[in-house]
């Protein structure tokens, strides 16, 4: 093959294809919405601990003596 061959197949090759950019626009939009709901679920457990701050409390006050007597367990 000579050299003018191998660059009229190189651009009769490129003819053929559309916009890479265009056809692959479908996984960023799809990687952008998996993340966005994935952000959603770590956003909707934020400041669980202090939803029932009632129960910790009282949870505490029963249980002191249990730390102060065993330690920290290691």
């Known amino acids: 093959m000579t050299l ?3 660059i009229a197949l190189a651009a009769e090759e ?3 294809h559309g916009n890479v950019a265009l056809e692959t626009v479908g996984y ?3 990687a ?3 993340f966005g709901a994935l952000a959603l679920v770590t956003l909707s ?3 669980v601990a202090n939803r029932h701050s009632q129960k910790a409390e009282a949870y505490a006050r029963a249980h ?3 730390v102060q007597r065993a330690g ?3």
């Open 64 to 66: 002191a003596d249990d």
């Open 72 to 74: 920290h367990g290691h």
């Open 45 to 47: 457990y934020r400041n």
């Open 4 to 6: 003018a061959t191998i």
């Open 32 to 34: 952008i919405v998996v």
């Open 28 to 30: 960023g939009v799809t």
């Open 14 to 16: 490129t003819e053929h």
